[in-house]
């Protein structure tokens, strides 16, 4: 099951001029904080640049596109990370609930003309992580007994 997919968001109306490396800006965004969490599964581990990726010298949106093959699905993630990608990422129709609007609102990205729109940056992981370690503290403190 894919939680996300660059097929899903090319798909539709893709910005004229924009390259489609920026439909994983987001996930990668996300992965790259999972991965901060300990939310990554030991698959991922070993795939080649994953070190880079926790180092931070790769960004998560590169890693998404050139080793998870353009997507986030459940071989990405351990049993936790699993749990609570189900979770922010439920909603009734898109598929992408809170997730998707704590990014809208952080990156406020219809001043940028699209979802698409964003900088793969650092600047913007770091404030993104922000917004994630809120969602997952939360989403902790949520659970009968605090347990992950």
Do not use: K
């Not at 965004?29 to 880079?52: H, I, N, T």
């Not at 922010?88 to 609930?97: I, N, R, S």
């Not at 913007?124 to 902790?140: P, R, Y």
């Amino acid at each position: 099951m894919h939680y996300d997919h660059i097929s899903f968001h090319t798909d539709e109306d893709w910005p004229a001029g924009l390259p489609e490396s920026h439909a994983a800006h987001h996930m990668g965004f996300y992965y790259s904080w999972a991965v901060g969490q300990g939310l990554y599964s030991e698959a991922a581990a070993r795939l080649p640049d994953f070190e880079r990726l926790a180092a931070g010298t790769l960004s998560g949106a590169q890693f998404v596109l050139t080793r998870l093959n353009g997507g986030l699905d459940e071989t990405c993630f351990n049993d936790a990370g699993r749990r609570f990608t189900a979770f922010y990422y439920a909603d009734e129709d898109e598929g992408y609930g809170r997730f998707m609007e704590d990014y809208v609102n952080t990156l406020n990205t219809p001043a940028l003309g699209s979802f698409y729109h964003t900088e793969d940056s650092a600047a913007n992981q770091a404030l993104l992580n922000l917004v994630f370690d809120a969602a997952w503290a939360q989403w902790q403190a949520s659970l009968r007994g605090g347990e992950v």
